[in-house]
């Protein structure tokens, strides 16, 4: 198995050259009924499921999701909302993601689990964390990650956020594919140091249910990208 080091980077350089994207969406238990094979019959690929939050938060309509999506035919991956402030640390909130749902798999169906970092209402901005102490827990749990799946995970923001959180760190960007959330008609600037991003979710909106999200390269790339080559 080649670093997802390596991945990250040839596919980086294949998507700043190509004007090719994918449709796809990401979703969780707001779309209990999700029509997966209208979505795929629409032009969509992948998908992005809600499977944990925090330390003890279960997506009552993961394991249904996923099974559909498989069923589908769609490319399939896992997310967890983090919370960076909670009684759990980011390495046991990474294993607990891994048990229910967030791993991957070299099976080319896969995609690497996704970190979610963003703020709650209910929270004080940034968590109330410091931009080197936000930084430092991402790390963990992207290490933890990798550890158990040789994967690093994809890393969910919106550049605002990213800024004003983690001072804009760089800390990431040859490592963690970027799944950048930005509802405009365009990309517009990347943060942290990103070359390009690979998943831009561009909507809170989707025909279906859920956000639109875009696959930076094309659909070959897509599955290698699954695969981790």
Request: with cysteine.
């Amino acid at each position: 198995m080649k670093p997802s080091l390596i991945s990250l980077s040839l596919l980086t350089a294949a998507h700043a050259s190509t004007a090719s994207q994918v449709p796809g969406f990401d979703i969780s238990n707001w779309q209990p009924t999700f029509n997966f094979t209208a979505a795929y019959a629409s032009g969509a690929r992948f998908c992005i499921l809600k499977a944990t939050e925090g330390s003890d938060f279960l997506d009552k309509s993961f394991p249904s999701h996923f099974s559909r999506a498989t069923a589908a035919n769609l490319i399939r991956g896992a997310y967890h909302f983090a919370w960076p402030v909670s009684d759990a640390t980011a390495s046991q909130q990474a294993d607990f993601f891994i048990a229910h749902g967030g791993g991957w798999t070299a099976d080319g169906r896969t995609l690497p689990g996704m970190l979610d970092m963003e703020s709650v209402a209910s929270k004080p901005r940034c968590w109330g964390l410091g931009t080197g102490e936000m930084v430092a827990w991402i790390g963990e749990f992207s290490d933890r990650y990798r550890e158990r799946t040789t994967r690093y995970p994809m890393i969910y923001t919106n550049p605002s956020w990213w800024k004003e959180c983690t001072g804009d760190s760089a800390a990431f960007r040859d490592t963690n594919p970027l799944v950048l959330a930005r509802w405009a008609s365009a990309v517009g600037t990347i943060p942290g140091g990103w070359a390009a991003q690979t998943i831009w979710q561009n909507s809170d909106s989707y025909e279906f249910g859920g956000d639109s999200d875009f696959f930076n390269g094309s659909e070959e790339d897509l599955k290698r990208f699954a695969m981790g080559s």
